[in-house]
């Protein structure tokens, strides 16, 4: 169900009270799937001292559970304390494939309290999927998770 992103925050809110973090965080990433398709592998990175934790995600299993802060584009998010938006991640030197059909990435850091708690990272096998009006939307879903990933 292709959906508003304006519409997906307000569905994401709206199914935080009742659920524990990790169901609230696992929900959130199947909804973001189903909402906006080309979100086609997302999932959460916990930010443990300097490695990078997969969390909940929807999409095939990856490899990488654990990236070290300065490794791939999740890692250098981290270690450069900004999102990325790769339009085509063949050119990306330091790239940690996930599968070798993806072509896109996008990854959104979240901020509680100052810190950096976790990411937002999705991947898309169309080369150019993510803009920056989704990057925008993930900051708006990383406000309403940031506070969630922290407890996880
Ligand atoms: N591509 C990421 C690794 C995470 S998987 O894609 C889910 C990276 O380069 O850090």
Redesign the pocket.
Known sequence: MACSYEQTLADLRDAVPGRSPEEAVQVAMQTLQDHHPHYQ?V?IYVLRGDVLELGPFVGKP?D?VR?PVG?????TAVSERTNQVIQD?RA?E?????SDT?RS?IVVLLWHEGQIVGQI?S?CDDPGAFSLEDETFLRGVAEILAPLVAQL
Do not use: K, P, Q, S
């Not at 490794?71 to 890692?75: D, S």
């Not at 330091?94 to 996930?98: D, G, I, S, V």
């Open positions: 592998w999932g990856t990488h990236i490794r791939g584009v999740c890692g991640v990306v330091n790239y940690l494939a996930c993806v990435e990272d991947d």
